[in-house]
């Protein structure tokens, strides 16, 4: 084993095994939750690291990288690959050919593209709906920072979810960044309110899975319910990729 792969499993390691505590300190069974590794803007020699190291599942943020490693590591098995960035609809395409789960899908637009490309692909996607719990107008998905405007978006839902080949599994969120993993913690208690609420409305849809918190604030997620957790410069190191961003 390399130093390079040594140290990405150590980091790898430690993280489920945080996970694991912050789990059982909510009374959560820490198999319920699975760790994202985030690899994007990282070569790839060092996700074929992170593979050797013990990853199972990748997290990707631009559709072109990603298939790009997609197919550079395609004698890898048991390998998931997951779409966690914003998704431009002309990209759609690339989503629903490559990867097992999206978990950024924030318009019904973006939805209708993927549900085509889906169906001419002869597959269902699996995705989560990403929700802006924050109101930062930055940040993409429904706009979910009011509690008392959550009914404005349940017709978009509503429609979503008639798609033939899109399976909704739940949510998604990034709120703002914050400094102490603490202030995070109100944005998944709302995520995950809401994850309820849109249960209760539609109950012939799948909404076990939350999509929430990151390298800085993981822990606080998963006692807040998260079932996905998308680490990466806390297990991968920082971004060494120089990618010139993609245009809208």
């Known amino acids: 084993m390399s130093d390079l792969v040594a140290n990405i499993r150590e980091r790898y390691l430690s993280a489920l095994d945080q996970i694991a505590t912050a789990a059982r300190k909510s009374a959560r069974d820490p198999e ?133 080949h899109l399976r909704v599994h739940g949510l998604m969120t990034m709120p703002p960044l914050e400094t102490d993993p603490e202030d995070s913690r109100r944005f998944f208690l709302r995520l995950r309110l809401l994850r309820d609420y849109l249960a209760d409305q539609f109950s012939r849809a799948d909404w076990s899975e939350l999509s929430m918190g990151t390298s800085a604030d993981y822990a606080v997620a998963v006692e807040e319910g998260a079932t996905l957790v998308r680490v990466g410069t806390a297990i991968v190191g920082a971004r060494t990729l120089k990618l010139e961003k993609e245009a809208e």
């Not at 085509?116 to 998905?141: D, W």
């Open 32 to 164: 319920n939750i699975r760790l994202v590794v985030v690899t994007k803007s990282q070569p790839v020699e060092i996700v074929r690291s992170a593979i050797e190291a013990g990853a199972r599942i990748l997290g990707e943020n631009y559709p072109e990288e990603g298939v790009m490693k997609i197919q550079s590591l395609v004698g890898q098995s048991g390998v998931e690959w997951h779409m966690i960035g914003h998704v431009q609809s002309r990209k759609a395409r690339l989503v629903a050919d490559h990867f097992a789960l999206l978990h950024s899908l924030d318009s019904l637009k973006l939805a209708q593209r993927l549900d085509r490309f889906a169906g001419e692909a002869g597959r269902v996607l699996p995705v989560l709906l990403e929700f802006n719990v924050g109101g930062e107008e930055s940040k993409s998905g429904w706009n979910a920072s009011d509690e008392s405007q959550w009914d404005t978006f349940l017709p978009e839902i509503n429609s979503l979810l008639d798609l033939p």
